[in-house]
């Protein structure tokens, strides 16, 4: 079996930690690690599938004469396009977690239960990007039931966790938690979100858009539509909310005029989806969380519920950490797909 040489940019960074440790759980077949960093981190030390290795500095010069197949970019979009080129031009098919070309027609935006067919067109471009966290979350729920019944409109909130900000959004609530039991929340830093997070909820991920929506809100928009080849009208609400780790998203769903939602029977078709499950037993009160979906692989889905007044409607709560389901996983699955369609 081919054993592949793996770059990992962001390799210190929420994200980048998280592909070594989904890489060593799924024994990725690794001949050699690349991690790189800022030069802030170049000489610390991580450890995959048992070996150690070094963080090197990015530099554009780095990935030459190292036979890297594969670069994994979560270090944040401007240096995914300044960097991404030198990884392909040196031969590696770079999968790239950013925003930053998620929307190029060229370029395969790839949830691998979803659209695995697309990662053949990485050629073109030498690169595949991985969709917005909330966004791989909901497409693994909305595909299902657009297999089933065909969707019209789907109208989200989400309740994302801090940890979509990366190591310094998980520490900056901490950080406000323990100043808030110390009597001193209002000296507390406010950096890595607009306002204070800690015991808040802060309706705005991302940067204001001329329409009155978010980037976070319009990226849910367009990638959902990418990844699906389809034409669903989408509404988004994106909330940040003082939780370490996994999003939760409210979510109603419109199918076609015509379709009286049966309710088992959208239920058995999420339960039967690549990795989701379904937690919904109201009474009993279970239904997924932040605390069941952290640390895992799978996309929960629970308060399945037709709506009071239409029948072509329906409601449910999904949640998925988005460390993994929502980056680290959904990476290292396309590349285990690129391996197959490679070899
Ligand atoms: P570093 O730790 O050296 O700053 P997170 O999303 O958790 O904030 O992590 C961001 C990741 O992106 C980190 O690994 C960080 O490395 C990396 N990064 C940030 N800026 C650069 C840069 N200019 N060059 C290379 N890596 C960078």
Same mark, same amino acid.
């Given at each position: 079996?081919k054993k592949?040489?793996?770059?990992v940019?962001?390799?210190s960074?929420?994200?980048?930690?998280?592909?070594f440790?989904?890489?060593e759980?799924?024994k990725?077949p690794?001949?050699d690690?690349?991690?790189?960093?800022?030069a802030r981190?170049a000489g610390e030390?991580?450890?995959?599938?048992?070996e150690?290795y070094?963080?090197e500095?990015?530099?554009?010069?780095?990935?030459e004469g190292?036979?890297i197949?594969?670069a994994?970019f979560s270090a944040g979009g401007?240096?995914?396009?300044?960097?991404?080129?030198?990884a392909?031009?040196?031969?590696?098919?770079?999968i790239?977690?950013t925003?930053h070309?998620r929307?190029?027609?060229?370029?395969p935006?790839v949830?691998p /239960?979803?659209n695995p /067919?697309?990662?053949?067109?990485?050629?073109?471009?030498?690169?595949i990007?991985?969709?917005n966290c909330s966004?791989i979350?909901?497409?693994?729920?909305?595909?299902?039931l657009?297999d089933?019944?065909?969707?019209k409109r789907?109208?989200?909130s989400?309740?994302?966790?801090?940890s979509g900000?990366?190591k310094?959004?998980?520490?900056e609530?901490?950080?406000q938690m323990?100043?808030?039991?110390?009597?001193?929340l209002?000296?507390a830093?406010?950096e890595?979100f607009?306002?204070?997070?800690a015991?808040?909820?802060?309706p705005?991920i991302?940067?204001a858009?001329?329409?009155g929506y978010t980037?976070?809100?319009m990226?849910?928009?367009?990638?959902t539509?990418?990844?699906?080849h389809?034409?669903?009208? +989408?509404?988004a609400?994106?909330?940040?909310?003082?939780?370490l780790?996994s999003h939760s998203?409210s979510?109603?769903?419109?199918?076609?005029?015509?379709v009286? +939602?049966?309710v088992?029977?959208a239920?058995?078709?999420l339960?039967?989806? /690549?990795?989701?499950?379904?937690i919904?037993n109201? /009474?009993?009160?279970e239904?997924p969380?932040?605390?069941?979906?952290?640390d895992?692989?799978e996309?929960y889905v629970?308060?399945?519920r037709?709506?009071?007044?239409?029948?072509n409607?329906l409601?449910?709560?999904?949640?998925?950490?988005?460390?993994r389901?929502?980056?680290?996983?959904?990476?290292?699955?396309?590349?285990?797909?690129?391996?197959?369609?490679?070899?």
């Open positions: 079996m592949y040489n793996v770059a940019v962001g390799a960074g929420a994200v980048g930690e998280e592909i440790r989904v890489l759980e799924v990725f690794i001949n690690i690349l991690p790189l960093a800022s981190s030390e991580i450890e995959c599938q048992g150690v070094r963080i500095e990015l530099t554009p010069e780095v990935f190292r036979d197949d594969i994994f401007s240096i995914s396009a300044k960097y991404a080129q030198y392909v031009e040196a031969g590696a098919v770079v790239d977690n925003s070309f929307m190029d027609p060229k370029i935006l949830v /239960e979803v /067919e697309d990662i053949k067109l990485w050629e073109e471009t030498g690169i990007a991985n969709p966004t979350q909901m497409v693994h729920l909305l595909k299902p657009h089933l019944y065909g969707i789907v109208d989200v989400t309740y994302q966790a801090v900000a990366g310094k959004g998980m520490e609530l901490v950080m323990q100043a808030f039991f110390n009597f001193s209002d000296q830093k406010v890595a607009a306002h204070r997070i015991l808040n909820v802060i705005q991302d940067v858009q001329p329409n980037k976070e809100e990226k849910m928009v367009n990638e539509n990418k990844i699906m389809s034409n669903i009208a +989408v509404s609400t994106c909330v940040r909310v003082p939780v780790r998203e979510i109603t769903i419109t199918f076609e005029e015509n009286d +939602v049966d088992q029977k239920r058995e078709a339960a039967a989806f /690549e990795n989701v499950v379904v919904d109201l /009474e009993k009160g239904y969380m932040p605390t069941i979906a952290t895992t692989d996309t629970g308060r399945i037709k709506d009071l007044f239409a029948k409607m409601h449910l709560w999904g949640v998925a950490d988005q460390v389901v929502g980056a680290a996983t959904n990476a290292v699955r396309i590349a285990q797909k690129w391996i197959k369609l490679e070899h």
